[in-house]
Protein backbone atom coordinates (compact mmCIF):
# COMPACT_ATOMS: atom_id res chain seq x y z
CA UNK A 1 0.00 0.00 0.00
CA UNK A 2 1.45 3.06 -1.14
CA UNK A 3 1.53 5.99 1.16
CA UNK A 4 0.07 9.64 0.40
CA UNK A 5 1.50 12.54 1.66
CA UNK A 6 -0.86 15.55 1.97
CA UNK A 7 0.00 18.62 1.30
CA UNK A 8 0.64 19.94 4.80
CA UNK A 9 3.55 16.97 4.82
CA UNK A 10 4.81 18.21 2.13
CA UNK A 11 5.05 21.67 2.79
CA UNK A 12 7.17 20.84 6.45
CA UNK A 13 10.63 20.82 4.78
CA UNK A 14 9.73 24.67 3.06
CA UNK A 15 8.39 25.39 6.81
CA UNK A 16 11.81 24.48 8.25
CA UNK A 17 13.90 26.30 5.59
CA UNK A 18 11.47 29.07 6.52
CA UNK A 19 12.05 29.34 9.74
CA UNK A 20 15.76 28.61 10.27
CA UNK A 21 16.43 31.17 7.29
CA UNK A 22 14.32 33.80 6.70
CA UNK A 23 11.98 34.17 10.12
CA UNK A 24 15.03 33.51 13.08
CA UNK A 25 17.25 35.68 11.11
CA UNK A 26 14.77 38.46 10.82
CA UNK A 27 13.84 38.17 14.45
CA UNK A 28 17.62 39.09 15.37
CA UNK A 29 17.55 42.14 13.09
CA UNK A 30 14.34 43.49 14.92
CA UNK A 31 15.70 42.59 18.11
CA UNK A 32 18.64 44.75 17.61
CA UNK A 33 17.26 47.67 15.92
CA UNK A 34 14.66 47.99 18.71
CA UNK A 35 17.11 47.67 21.52
CA UNK A 36 20.11 49.90 22.63
CA UNK A 37 23.34 48.44 24.21
CA UNK A 38 22.28 47.13 26.99
CA UNK A 39 19.47 45.40 25.79
CA UNK A 40 16.71 47.45 26.96
CA UNK A 41 13.57 48.33 24.36
CA UNK A 42 14.59 51.81 22.32
CA UNK A 43 13.64 53.99 19.53
CA UNK A 44 17.14 55.71 19.39
CA UNK A 45 18.40 54.12 16.90
CA UNK A 46 15.55 55.24 14.36
CA UNK A 47 16.00 58.77 15.69
CA UNK A 48 20.01 58.82 14.81
CA UNK A 49 19.10 57.44 11.85
CA UNK A 50 16.74 60.32 10.40
CA UNK A 51 19.14 62.99 12.28
CA UNK A 52 22.17 61.98 10.93
CA UNK A 53 22.94 63.90 7.25
CA UNK A 54 25.12 60.79 6.40
CA UNK A 55 22.56 58.22 6.65
CA UNK A 56 19.62 60.65 4.82
CA UNK A 57 22.04 61.25 2.55
CA UNK A 58 23.31 57.70 1.59
CA UNK A 59 19.32 56.67 1.29
CA UNK A 60 18.11 59.95 -0.92
CA UNK A 61 21.38 59.21 -2.90
CA UNK A 62 20.25 55.14 -2.97
CA UNK A 63 17.60 56.14 -4.22
CA UNK A 64 18.52 58.31 -6.90
CA UNK A 65 20.49 55.80 -8.26
CA UNK A 66 17.93 53.23 -8.02
CA UNK A 67 15.04 55.59 -9.66
CA UNK A 68 17.64 57.07 -12.82
CA UNK A 69 18.73 52.83 -13.17
CA UNK A 70 15.68 51.90 -13.73
CA UNK A 71 14.53 55.00 -15.83
CA UNK A 72 17.15 54.19 -17.89
CA UNK A 73 16.40 50.15 -18.30
CA UNK A 74 13.34 50.65 -18.82
CA UNK A 75 13.32 53.23 -21.59
CA UNK A 76 16.26 50.18 -23.74
CA UNK A 77 14.10 47.29 -22.54
CA UNK A 78 10.64 48.21 -23.10
CA UNK A 79 11.56 48.97 -27.49
CA UNK A 80 14.32 45.76 -27.41
CA UNK A 81 11.12 43.42 -25.70
CA UNK A 82 8.37 44.28 -28.01
CA UNK A 83 11.05 43.95 -31.27
CA UNK A 84 11.79 40.85 -30.07
CA UNK A 85 7.76 39.87 -28.71
CA UNK A 86 6.25 41.36 -32.01
CA UNK A 87 8.46 41.56 -35.18
CA UNK A 88 8.08 37.91 -35.93
CA UNK A 89 11.67 37.10 -35.89
CA UNK A 90 12.30 33.59 -36.03
CA UNK A 91 15.37 33.73 -34.19
CA UNK A 92 13.44 36.26 -31.65
CA UNK A 93 14.65 33.45 -28.80
CA UNK A 94 17.99 33.56 -29.85
CA UNK A 95 18.52 37.10 -29.78
CA UNK A 96 16.60 37.19 -26.22
CA UNK A 97 19.44 34.47 -25.17
CA UNK A 98 22.12 36.85 -25.68
CA UNK A 99 20.66 39.76 -23.56
CA UNK A 100 20.28 36.73 -20.82
CA UNK A 101 23.92 35.19 -21.22
CA UNK A 102 25.48 38.01 -19.24
CA UNK A 103 23.45 37.15 -16.39
CA UNK A 104 25.04 33.26 -16.29
CA UNK A 105 28.88 35.11 -15.83
CA UNK A 106 30.14 35.82 -12.55
CA UNK A 107 28.52 39.60 -11.55
CA UNK A 108 32.29 40.79 -10.47
CA UNK A 109 33.93 39.38 -13.73
CA UNK A 110 31.22 41.15 -15.44
CA UNK A 111 31.58 45.00 -13.76
CA UNK A 112 35.51 43.99 -13.70
CA UNK A 113 35.20 43.95 -17.23
CA UNK A 114 33.41 47.07 -17.96
CA UNK A 115 35.32 48.75 -15.81
CA UNK A 116 38.47 48.17 -17.80
CA UNK A 117 36.45 49.31 -20.89
CA UNK A 118 35.68 52.34 -19.31
CA UNK A 119 39.61 52.79 -17.92
CA UNK A 120 40.31 52.74 -21.75
CA UNK A 121 38.21 55.21 -22.50
CA UNK A 122 38.07 57.34 -20.26
CA UNK A 123 41.31 59.19 -21.66
CA UNK A 124 38.65 60.67 -24.68
CA UNK A 125 35.65 60.85 -22.63
CA UNK A 126 35.46 61.83 -19.28
CA UNK A 127 33.32 59.90 -17.06
CA UNK A 128 31.77 61.30 -13.77
CA UNK A 129 31.68 58.19 -10.88
CA UNK A 130 28.00 58.42 -11.03
CA UNK A 131 27.61 57.86 -14.60
CA UNK A 132 30.03 54.68 -14.30
CA UNK A 133 27.86 53.75 -11.59
CA UNK A 134 24.68 54.30 -13.94
CA UNK A 135 26.03 52.51 -16.40
CA UNK A 136 27.57 49.25 -14.77
CA UNK A 137 23.84 49.58 -12.91
CA UNK A 138 21.92 49.25 -16.08
CA UNK A 139 24.52 46.76 -17.36
CA UNK A 140 23.70 44.64 -14.56
CA UNK A 141 20.25 44.64 -14.62
CA UNK A 142 18.86 45.40 -18.16
CA UNK A 143 17.97 41.80 -18.34
CA UNK A 144 16.05 41.69 -15.62
CA UNK A 145 13.94 44.18 -17.11
CA UNK A 146 13.94 42.64 -20.50
CA UNK A 147 12.43 39.45 -19.24
CA UNK A 148 8.84 40.27 -17.79
CA UNK A 149 8.11 42.96 -20.45
CA UNK A 150 8.97 40.48 -23.31
CA UNK A 151 7.15 37.64 -21.15
CA UNK A 152 3.82 39.98 -20.86
CA UNK A 153 4.19 41.21 -24.61
CA UNK A 154 4.16 37.69 -26.15
CA UNK A 155 0.88 36.94 -24.04
CA UNK A 156 -0.69 40.30 -25.30
CA UNK A 157 -3.86 39.57 -27.51
CA UNK A 158 -3.63 40.66 -30.81
CA UNK A 159 -6.77 41.00 -31.22
CA UNK A 160 -7.10 43.94 -29.29
CA UNK A 161 -4.53 45.61 -31.51
CA UNK A 162 -6.61 44.72 -34.88
CA UNK A 163 -9.65 46.06 -33.58
CA UNK A 164 -8.10 49.28 -32.68
CA UNK A 165 -6.88 49.46 -35.80
CA UNK A 166 -9.81 48.39 -37.69
CA UNK A 167 -11.83 51.58 -35.65
CA UNK A 168 -8.98 53.61 -37.37
CA UNK A 169 -6.62 54.23 -34.67
CA UNK A 170 -3.64 55.78 -35.25
CA UNK A 171 0.00 53.15 -34.91
CA UNK A 172 0.43 56.11 -31.75
CA UNK A 173 -2.76 55.71 -30.15
CA UNK A 174 -2.62 52.07 -30.64
CA UNK A 175 0.60 51.83 -28.47
CA UNK A 176 -0.63 54.01 -25.99
CA UNK A 177 -3.82 53.31 -25.46
CA UNK A 178 -4.16 49.75 -26.13
CA UNK A 179 -0.36 47.76 -26.36
CA UNK A 180 1.35 50.27 -23.18
CA UNK A 181 -1.53 49.83 -20.97
CA UNK A 182 -2.38 46.13 -21.64
CA UNK A 183 1.77 45.64 -20.54
CA UNK A 184 1.47 47.63 -17.53
CA UNK A 185 1.84 44.01 -15.70
CA UNK A 186 5.22 43.36 -17.40
CA UNK A 187 6.34 47.38 -16.53
CA UNK A 188 5.58 46.93 -12.92
CA UNK A 189 7.38 43.30 -12.66
CA UNK A 190 10.55 44.60 -14.53
CA UNK A 191 10.31 48.03 -12.38
CA UNK A 192 10.26 46.06 -8.99
CA UNK A 193 12.94 44.04 -10.29
CA UNK A 194 15.14 46.27 -11.15
CA UNK A 195 14.71 49.15 -8.46
CA UNK A 196 14.62 47.22 -5.76
CA UNK A 197 18.68 45.28 -5.91
CA UNK A 198 19.85 48.63 -7.44
CA UNK A 199 19.14 50.50 -4.12
CA UNK A 200 21.11 48.23 -1.94
CA UNK A 201 23.99 47.27 -4.53
CA UNK A 202 27.05 47.87 -2.85
CA UNK A 203 29.07 46.53 -5.23
CA UNK A 204 29.40 48.33 -8.38
CA UNK A 205 29.93 51.10 -6.27
CA UNK A 206 32.94 49.77 -4.23
CA UNK A 207 34.44 48.06 -7.51
CA UNK A 208 34.06 51.20 -9.85
CA UNK A 209 35.29 54.14 -7.76
CA UNK A 210 35.78 52.60 -4.16
CA UNK A 211 32.65 54.36 -2.59
CA UNK A 212 30.54 53.50 0.32
CA UNK A 213 27.97 55.85 -0.51
CA UNK A 214 24.87 53.53 -0.98
CA UNK A 215 22.74 52.40 1.65
CA UNK A 216 23.99 48.51 1.47
CA UNK A 217 27.19 48.78 1.94
CA UNK A 218 26.71 51.13 4.68
CA UNK A 219 25.01 48.49 6.47
CA UNK A 220 27.82 46.26 5.62
CA UNK A 221 30.20 48.93 7.18
CA UNK A 222 27.82 48.84 10.48
CA UNK A 223 28.47 45.13 10.40
CA UNK A 224 31.82 45.20 10.11
CA UNK A 225 32.42 47.39 12.67
CA UNK A 226 29.97 44.97 15.14
CA UNK A 227 27.39 47.65 15.52
CA UNK A 228 24.47 45.79 15.35
CA UNK A 229 22.20 47.77 16.32
CA UNK A 230 22.95 50.46 13.77
CA UNK A 231 23.11 47.98 10.74
CA UNK A 232 19.74 46.61 12.01
CA UNK A 233 17.96 49.83 12.01
CA UNK A 234 19.09 50.53 8.19
CA UNK A 235 17.96 46.72 7.70
CA UNK A 236 14.50 47.57 8.80
CA UNK A 237 13.86 50.61 7.22
CA UNK A 238 14.92 49.31 3.83
CA UNK A 239 12.53 46.34 4.33
CA UNK A 240 9.90 48.58 5.38
CA UNK A 241 10.86 50.50 2.03
CA UNK A 242 10.58 47.85 0.36
CA UNK A 243 7.21 46.15 1.22
CA UNK A 244 5.45 49.12 0.73
CA UNK A 245 7.08 50.02 -2.94
CA UNK A 246 6.04 46.10 -3.62
CA UNK A 247 2.17 46.41 -2.18
CA UNK A 248 2.28 49.47 -4.17
CA UNK A 249 3.09 48.29 -7.23
CA UNK A 250 1.30 44.76 -7.06
CA UNK A 251 -1.81 46.70 -6.55
CA UNK A 252 -1.32 48.96 -8.83
CA UNK A 253 -0.39 46.49 -11.35
CA UNK A 254 -3.74 44.57 -10.76
CA UNK A 255 -6.23 47.58 -11.05
CA UNK A 256 -4.82 48.79 -14.34
CA UNK A 257 -4.75 46.04 -16.23
CA UNK A 258 -8.36 45.13 -15.03
CA UNK A 259 -9.23 48.45 -15.48
CA UNK A 260 -7.78 48.76 -18.83
CA UNK A 261 -8.65 45.05 -20.22
CA UNK A 262 -12.37 46.38 -19.13
CA UNK A 263 -12.57 49.48 -20.80
CA UNK A 264 -11.36 47.63 -23.81
CA UNK A 265 -13.82 45.23 -23.79
Not at 74 to 99: C, E
Not at 197 to 215: A, C, K, Q
Request: hydrophobic fraction near 50%.
Amino acid sequence: MKYKFSRKQLAIPYGIFLLLFVILPLLVVIFYAFTDENGQVSFTNFIAFFQSGKTVGTLVYSIVIAVVTTVICLLIAYPTAYVLAKAGLRSGQALLLLFVLPMWINFTLRITALKEILTLIEGNLAFHPFANTILCMVYDFLPFMIMPLYNTLTKLDDSYVEAAQDLGAKKVHVFLRVILPLSVPGIVSGVTMVFLPSMTNYVVLDMVYNSTYIMGSLIGSYFSAYDWHNGSVISIILLLIICVITMFSNRYADEESDGRVGALK
